[in-house]
């Protein structure tokens, strides 16, 4: 079969003159041109935002140089900052001047961030108040970071990968070891956070035999300075709670209510539920370590009635909460 020409096809799909002739001999008017509104909104124009605030791309944020840290890149919602030298660029619109001019890790740059005391400081429940380096003015004590618990939260196409705390494509998975999990440097967990058996920077003992897996987390509602959590149960992730599966987000130092930021524990129901004989199921939490919750989360034993393990030394450790236990530690 011979196809057409080009200007054959062309002549096939055009209106001839003659049609558009016999239109106007028989008095029936063309169709006028078909009017813009130019009050009909563009649907691919994305509003413009403000500093700190959530953005999708670079364009919606104000300032020289702005830049919308997008969901994909592990910000929830989106978060527009500033580059910048000092802190004059980094006020908001209600005029805050003590927002920090800080360079993250990982980052080239320094960019405008949030200060912030504790977590309610941040913009949402996305983000919590972690501590900086604030010796060069005590008057700034952290800035926001993103720590998501839900898919919800991210947008974009993302979701929340809860080991990190992170937005990512919905493909992502984290590798490394699950909460509770022994290791000995971050990369060893999926969280790319690791509490090893001897601290890094000050070389004592942590009270951790042989490491342990944790992540971060956002304390969740019901957490408070007088009953620790409100209910008889820790909160897991079937109780709404921000860590994956059955860990619980606990308090840290300086963490004083909801919206701080936490670390997630492994967590249990009974000690055969944790990793090995060297840990127990802590089922005794709050401040005075008088409430008895029905779920816990798995701590290392007391080493004078647990040996340690081969190549580690029973030792005293002053633990996070300011009391003394013996635990196992590498010789």
């Known amino acids: ?23 106007s001999l028989t008095g029936c008017p063309a169709p006028a041109p078909v009017a813009v509104d130019a009050n009909i909104p563009d649907v691919h124009v994305r509003a413009t935002s403000t500093i700190y605030g959530p953005c999708e791309i670079d364009a919606q944020c104000p300032g020289e140089g702005a830049i919308c840290r997008s969901a994909e890149d592990g910000y929830p919602m989106g978060y527009c900052t500033v580059p910048c030298s000092d802190r004059q660029p980094c006020e908001d619109e209600f005029g805050a001047q003590n927002h920090q001019c800080a360079q993250i890790e990982g980052q080239t740059r320094r ?48 979701v929340c990968i809860r080991e990190t705390g992170r937005c990512a494509p919905a493909e992502t998975v984290p590798e490394g070891g699950a909460t509770g999990a022994p290791c ?79 670390i997630c524990l492994d ?15 802590d089922h005794t939490w709050g401040f005075r370590r008088d409430t008895t919750f029905d ?23 002053r633990l996070q909460d300011g009391t003394t236990s013996n635990r196992c530690a590498p010789m």
């Open 267 to 281: 967590g249990c129901l009974a000690d055969e539920d944790c990793r090995d004989e060297h840990y127990f199921c």
């Open 184 to 262: 000995n440097t971050n990369e060893m967990c999926a969280s790319g956070f690791c509490i090893p058996p001897v601290g890094r920077t000050t070389g004592q003992p942590t009270g951790y035999t042989q490491g342990y897996c944790v992540s971060y987390c956002v304390l969740p509602p019901g957490f408070n300075t007088n009953t620790f959590y409100s209910g008889d149960s820790l909160p897991a992730d079937e109780a709404g709670g921000p860590c994956v599966g059955d860990s619980v987000c606990m308090p840290i130092n300086g963490s004083v209510a909801r919206r701080d930021v936490g």
């Open 295 to 317: 779920n816990g989360v798995c701590q290392a034993k007391d080493c004078r009635t647990t040996p340690c393990p081969s190549g580690d030394r029973c030792v005293a450790v």
């Open 111 to 158: 960019y405008c961030e949030i200060s912030c005391i504790n977590g309610l400081d941040c913009r949402n429940d996305s983000y919590s108040c972690f501590d900086a380096d604030a010796s060069a003015d005590p008057v700034v004590r952290g800035f926001c970071l993103p720590l998501c618990s839900s898919d919800a939260q991210c947008g974009a196409g993302t």
């Open 1 to 23: 079969m011979r196809l057409p020409s080009l200007s054959s096809t062309l002549r096939l799909l055009m209106p001839s003159t003659s049609v558009v002739m016999a239109a």
